[in-house]
Structures are given as C-alpha cells and as structure tokens.
T-cell receptor
C-alpha cells in the first residue's frame, strides 16, 4: 500500500511568488495535517483538516492557507513568499479525528531565492 | 506551555546501546512518539507510548516514560550504522486537533 505521497519533491521560487504543495494521504485516511520543518529544527504544526474542514491552525500568518478535497487529498498554499518560508513541508495523515499516530510523507523541499 | 527538549547530538559505537532522552512540559499529553528522519527524507514512525504506560518494548527499541519528571527515553539495542539519523520525540495534545509538538531532534551518529 502506498504511504503518504507529496508533490513536488523539490521546488524553487523567488520572493513574492506563491506556491501550491500537494498531498495524498494513505488510502482510507481522512485526516491530513501540514507541518513546516526549517533546517535544524523540529517540525512545526501549520494546519489540520478532517472531512474537508479545518480543525486546527498553528501560529502561521494568513499567507498560509490549505484545503482538503472530497477524496481527502490536500493542498497547502503560501502567498507572497518570504526567504524565511524556505523549509521542508511535511504532510501527515491518520485514519480519523481520534488521537492516533500520524504517518508522514517525504515532504516538499521549498527553496526561496 | 508547549516545549519539548532533546539533546542535540549522540555518538555511539556499532553494537552498543543508544539512549536518546526527551523532556516535555505538557502533563495533559496523551501519546508520546518517536520518529526517525534520515537525510533528505520525511519522518518515519518508530514507536509510541500512551501516557498511562511506563514502558514499551518493540524488538530493538525500548521506550521508558517517567510521567512525574515528564521524561521520555528511547533505547536502541545493538545499534547499527543504519540507525544513524535524527530522532524526534513528539507529544500530542489531549484534545482538539491532537497536533504534535516536536522536539528539536537528536542526531545519532553510529561509529563502525
């Protein structure tokens, strides 16, 4: 069975541009979360979606937004990119809204020039 | 508050045991996790423990939880060079989004 898949794997953008990152959860998983991992640090929570609704949001500016589709895949959008947005963006899924282990994808490495 | 702390580096010889430590601050956390991250990769779930347990063993991995001191440890027996990676502990909140709070990670280097 496929794990959590993310695309693209790498992306280079310039300041001020916007970016869309994509995530497909493990088959049967309905909850998707997004995390940002800056080099040398642990992942930081950005969003959690369940059944297409936002269920949680971390301490990130409004430039960050996300959505979940009927097939439970998800997109993370970042507008007006800043140099500080350079990071590994990780998507995680779990079966439902209950407190269960999350499984992570390999991430999208975003570099801002 | 929300804070998970780990030591930054650990170096061991192949075949020895490794012990990676973690302290957390939120006593309401229900699950505590250990993830492994290899260079250029995402996070691999290694094991997890529920907060009403003291110990969990899974093959070469042993997790110890001291709730009183809010201290979590991961012991890797017979450490191999393939175990070289960054290890993250994480706590999940007791309700709501069950978001994870991660530590800064411990870089384990296994010497042949």
């Amino acid at each position: 069975d496929a794990g959590v898949t993310q695309s693209p794997t790498h992306l280079i953008k310039t300041r001020g541009q916007h970016v869309t990152l994509r995530c497909s959860p493990i088959s049967g998983h309905k909850s998707v979360s997004w995390y940002q991992q800056v080099l040398g640090q642990g992942p930081q929570f950005i969003f959690q979606y369940y059944e297409k609704e936002e269920r949680g949001r971390g301490n990130f500016p409004d430039r960050f937004s996300a959505r979940q589709f009927p097939n439970y895949s998800s997109e993370l959008n970042v507008n007006a990119l800043l140099l500080g947005d350079s990071a590994l963006y990780l998507c995680a899924s779990r079966p439902g809204q209950e407190n269960q282990p999350q499984h992570f994808g390999d991430g999208t490495r975003l570099s801002i020039l | 508050g929300e804070d998970v702390e780990q030591s930054l580096f650990l170096s061991v010889r192949e075949g020895d045991s490794s012990v990676i430590n973690c302290t957390y601050t939120d006593s309401s956390s229900t699950y505590l996790y250990w993830y492994k991250q290899e260079p250029g990769a995402g996070l691999q779930l290694l094991t997890y423990i529920f907060s009403n347990m003291d110990m969990k063993q899974d093959q070469r991995l042993t997790v110890l939880l001291n709730k009183k001191d809010k201290h979590l440890s991961l012991r890797i027996a017979d450490t191999q060079t393939g175990d070289s990676a960054i290890y993250f502990c994480a706590e999940s909140k007791a309700s709501g989004t069950y978001k994870y709070i991660f530590g800064t990670g411990t870089r384990l280097k296994v010497l042949a």
